[in-house]
């Protein structure tokens, strides 16, 4: 039986013990096959210790796949180890354009970048968790934050079968 025959089952539950990387520098580009199913996999990507050649390829990688970017649910950013990260990362994607974006956690970031992203946080509903950093992971308090407000609030329309 060939490798790339088994059960797609067995290989998304394998690569729930894999770094989100490892299955993209291990499966992509292998076939046809690996890449749709690495594009139904919800992705979590920490850029925090990653190198910059390394970073440039997953950029160059979800500008490429809408499948993949489709399928990010989180991401960390950091300018840390990777001087310009945020800056990069930014000025090739909007936000919005990760429509299961649920959390984003932010690294050093700059003023300026900052001050930005208040005009992008709100048009991203689905984002529950937005975490500011700081060198020392230190969480930060940034008037940014206290200013933004709940865009909506769901609603329950109806409760059928209560007992």
């Known amino acids: 039986m ?3 025959l088994l059960p797609n089952e067995i290989f998304i539950e394998t690569f729930e013990f894999f770094r ?4 993209f520098y291990s499966f992509n580009q292998l076939n046809d096959h690996f890449n749709k199913l ?4 919800p992705s979590h990507f920490n850029f925090k210790y990653i190198q910059k050649t390394r970073f440039d390829r997953f950029c160059k990688l979800l500008l490429s796949n809408l499948d993949v970017k489709n399928q990010v649910y989180s991401l960390v950013l950091s300018n840390k180890d990777t001087p310009g990260q945020i800056k990069t990362f930014l000025s090739l994607f909007s936000l919005n354009e990760f429509i299961h974006l649920d959390s984003l956690t932010l690294i050093q970031i700059e003023e300026n970048i900052l001050q930005k ?3 992008t946080l709100p048009l991203i509903p689905q984002l529950h968790s937005f975490h500011l950093l700081d060198s020392n992971d230190i969480h930060l308090t940034h008037p940014l934050i206290s ?4 865009l909506s609030i769901p609603t329950l329309s109806s409760i059928n079968n209560l007992s």
């Open 38 to 41: 690495i594009g139904t996999i």
């Open 2 to 4: 060939k490798f790339e």
């Open 117 to 119: 992203l208040k005009s």
């Open 147 to 150: 200013n933004l407000q709940i």
């Open 20 to 23: 989100i990387f490892d299955i």
